[in-house]
């Protein structure tokens, strides 16, 4: 899930790339053969007014994914997908699989063929393929698209082209938590006297940003004076580097490594690091990480996009309207924290068990800007999009009631102000 979307705080607000990738899976299990087109299903007639909807049964999905079942982000969706459609009813024959499929005219191509098999919801995984899935969506008024982490659909003014994306900074935050409770015990026991945080990104998108900043919070609010490295990969997917990013990371001093890239190769590496006897531990992303870092691993941020593919598919058969831009957090389930691993610090499941209950109250917000400055100055105003789409100040202030209101107007992270206590290495 590639993103593109960027937050200039302080007086300035521009567009930028956001991307979103997700983390390596471990399963075996091949992907399966795209099912074949129902003979029985037919796309929803045209309209001249909003796409019609699909009566009750007769909804055909077609996916197309820039993975597959062996790579985690996209296995997440696979079986969000899965989940969804068992939950409403879908048969096999109901859905048509397209696998690696790269952010290329292919996509574009594999979105129409979709529409060919009797289609009439088309969904992308990958930010890249955005542009594609917008294309075919034009190009077919009577079939709905959702672009998966996308943050075009409501510039678009397409009614039948959507966005959306979980409120993953909230279960970063809480990772966070989980990790400063890990740094704060090692401080205490003398193992570690300089609270020095790394972690590997993929790029430095809005996307990435948001997180890591909601990861560092999370650590920050256990261990004020904490700081914290980040090391990008320029990659999605590379075991290869995501593990010497670790290494080098491990080398400045960094005693817990995060990450928002798709493999077990950072985990792989703080294993291995510590089997060596280094005082050093894990957080991951998208899958829970124990498999590949047994002792080292902590806990991972995850999604689950069953709550959202559900409640599209619902609505599809409903005939009600999918939103044009959807994103939820904790309160609907959508994002957790994989278990606890076993050297997580003595009441670590108590603070995160309170953190999660405020978050779900409203009484935490991630991005408080009481909590972190900019330059050595707080910051108080952040521009943002308006109603229309465009990138204005006129209509909505990002910072309302003391913090910056991520995914609210749209989907798609918006946080990309860099804070001061992260420092980006390359």
Same mark, same amino acid.
């Given at each position: 899930m590639k993103k593109h979307l960027a937050l200039l705080l302080a007086l300035v607000m521009a567009l930028a790339l956001v991307a979103c990738g997700g983390g390596s899976s471990t399963t075996t299990e091949t992907p399966s053969t795209p099912a074949a087109p129902s003979t029985t299903t037919t796309p929803a007639a045209p309209s001249t007014d909003t796409p019609a909807a699909p009566a009750? *049964? *007769? !909804?055909? $999905?077609? /996916? $197309?994914? /820039?993975g597959d079942e062996n790579e985690g982000y996209t296995f997440a969706h696979i079986d969000g997908i899965r989940k969804a459609a068992a939950a409403v009813g879908l048969s096999d024959s109901d859905i048509v699989w397209f696998y690696n499929i790269g952010e290329t005219e292919d996509c574009y191509d594999k979105c129409i063929e979709c529409v060919e098999q009797g289609c009439n919801l088309v969904i992308t995984n990958s930010y890249g393929h955005q542009t594609y899935c917008q294309q075919a969506a034009e190009e077919n008024p009577d079939v709905q698209f959702i672009a998966m982490t996308g943050d075009t659909a409501l510039k678009s003014g397409l009614s039948n082209f959507h966005n959306a994306f979980n409120m993953t900074f909230e279960s970063r935050y809480v990772s966070g938590i989980v990790a400063g409770m890990k740094l704060k015990e090692m401080m205490d026991a003398g193992l570690v006297t300089d609270p020095y945080i790394g972690y590997v990104g993929a790029y430095p998108y809005a996307e990435v940003v948001s997180g890591y900043t909601g990861f560092f919070l999370g650590i920050k609010s256990i261990v004020p004076e904490a700081h914290m490295d980040v090391q990008y990969t320029n990659s999605w997917f590379d075991i290869q580097a995501e593990g010497k990013a670790a290494e080098a990371l491990m080398a400045r001093g960094c005693c817990i490594i995060g990450q928002h890239a798709d493999s077990t190769g950072a985990p792989k590496a703080v294993q291995t690091a510590k089997d060596n006897g280094k005082a050093v531990y894990s957080v991951g992303y998208n899958i829970d990480m124990l498999a590949a870092a047994p002792t080292a691993a902590l806990t991972s941020s995850t999604n689950d996009w069953s709550v959202f593919y559900t409640e599209a598919f619902q609505t599809m058969l *409903?005939?009600?309207?999918?939103?044009?831009? %959807? *994103?939820?957090?904790?309160? @609907?389930? +959508?994002? &957790?924290?994989?278990?606890?691993?076993?050297? /997580? &610090?003595?009441?670590?499941?108590? &603070?995160?068990? +309170?953190?999660? @209950? +405020?978050?779900?109250?409203?009484? !935490?917000? /991630?991005?408080?800007? #009481?909590?972190?400055? $900019?330059?050595?100055?707080? $910051?108080? #105003?952040?521009?943002?999009?308006? #109603?229309?789409?465009? %990138?204005?100040?006129d209509t909505n202030e990002g910072i309302v009631d003391g913090y910056y209101h991520e995914s609210e107007y749209i989907s798609a992270p918006s946080f990309s102000q860099r804070i001061d206590g992260i420092t980006e290495l390359n």
């Open positions: 009750a *049964s *007769s !909804l055909k $999905v077609g /996916v $197309v994914l /820039v *409903s005939g009600g309207t999918i939103p044009t831009d %959807w *994103s939820k957090g904790y309160d @609907a389930g +959508a994002v &957790a924290i994989t278990p606890l691993g076993p050297e /997580v &610090a003595a009441g670590t499941k108590e &603070a995160v068990e +309170a953190a999660e @209950a +405020a978050i779900k109250a409203g009484t !935490l917000h /991630v991005f408080d800007t #009481s909590t972190f400055t $900019v330059g050595g100055a707080p $910051v108080t #105003s952040a521009f943002t999009f308006d #109603s229309d789409g465009d %990138w204005t100040n």
